[in-house]
């Protein structure tokens, strides 16, 4: 990607955290969002369609955590990455995952760790059905709700602390779920 475009693209997206922390996401505006990035409509338009667009955006790049899905090594390896990642990145996580976040940004993260979770648990020797989906649902739910809780500040503790309370808690149920699979 060209330097330029990269660097608009990165402007509009920074423009969208900093609006989501100020007002949330569902106010803030497309003309919002050209204005602070200080980009005229047209070059919004030219990288982006509309707002959730710049918002998955965002959201995608956060594939870089993804591990190639294996069936040996600790169950949900990447978990301790996006933690840290979570650390790290603690302002733009609250703004996409807390509460001023909204909906879509919630439901597209889900999709996204779904997703996820569902390669690692096939490459585990799981098979596709209806218990899966739940497992899935499951292990989704308890990782979202961690890391919104500590994205919002409610708990402090370290991405280790996290990792560890999120493994000991999803790791035996779903264990046990592979193994009558």
């Known amino acids: 990607m060209d330097r330029r475009v990269r660097r608009t693209r990165q402007a509009i997206q920074r423009a969208l955290v900093e609006l989501i922390l100020e007002k949330g996401y569902e106010p803030a505006t497309v003309t919002d969002l050209i204005d602070r990035a200080d980009v005229g409509r047209s070059t919004f ?12 955006s965002s959201l995608d790049e956060l594939a870089f955590l993804r591990p190639a899905p294996s069936g040996d090594g600790p169950l949900f390896a990447f978990s301790l990455p996006m933690f840290e990642h979570v650390a790290e990145q603690r302002r733009l996580v609250r703004a996409l995952l807390g509460r001023r976040g909204g909906k879509a940004v919630i439901t597209r993260s889900e999709q996204i760790l779904a997703g996820i979770v569902r390669e690692e648990l096939l490459a585990r020797g799981a098979t596709a059905s209806v218990s899966l989906d739940l497992t899935i649902t499951c292990v989704v739910g308890a990782f979202m709700a961690l890391a919104r809780t500590w994205a ?22 779903v264990a046990a779920t592979l193994g009558q699979s």
Request: aromatic share 12%; net charge negative; proline share 6%.
């Open 45 to 56: 338009y030219a990288h982006f369609t509309d707002k959730q667009a710049v918002l998955f």
């Open 152 to 173: 919002d500040e409610e708990i402090t503790a370290t991405p280790a602390e996290i990792d560890a309370v999120f493994r000991a808690t999803v790791g035996p149920g």
